[in-house]
């Protein structure tokens, strides 16, 4: 059975920094791909970031760029984000999720195209 975990969300200032990890069971890093995607109150999830640890290729979107670092460990099965200089505009529930491979090269980091999702994980950046 495939598992994703999310943590670690939480209440932060502004300014302020937070890191979310994702624990995944069930499938291998060698053939997946893990994404870290955020959703607003009734809008669609967008792609932030996402690791191929395969290939080492690591990719952020423009919001977060130079302010979010996605990492991860292999032994210990998990994926991490860290997210400094947090914004109210961060202020989401994330999920983080997997995908094939050639399926991330061919659509990108888009939310219908990853096969399996964790729970989600509350962050609020106060102003």
């Known amino acids: 059975e495939v598992q994703l975990q999310a943590s670690g969300g939480g209440l932060v200032q502004n300014g302020g920094s937070l890191r979310l990890s994702c624990k995944v069971s069930?499938?291998?890093?060698?053939?997946?791909?893990i994404g870290w995607f955020r959703q607003y109150p009734g809008k669609e999830r967008e792609g932030i970031s996402c690791?191929?640890?395969?290939?080492?290729?690591?990719y952020y979107g423009d919001s977060v760029k130079g302010r979010f670092t996605i990492s991860s460990d292999n032994e210990k099965n998990t994926v991490y984000l860290q997210m400094n200089s947090l914004k109210p505009e961060d202020t989401a529930v994330y999920y983080c999720?997997?995908?094939?491979?050639?399926?991330?090269?061919?659509?990108?980091?888009?939310?219908?195209?990853?096969?399996?999702w964790g729970q989600g994980t509350l962050v609020t950046v106060s102003s």
């Open positions: 999720a997997a995908t094939k491979y050639h399926t991330l090269a061919h659509a990108g980091l888009v939310a219908p195209y990853f096969d399996y």
């Open positions: 069930g499938l291998s890093f060698d053939d997946y791909a």
């Open positions: 690791i191929s640890t395969s290939t080492g290729r690591i």
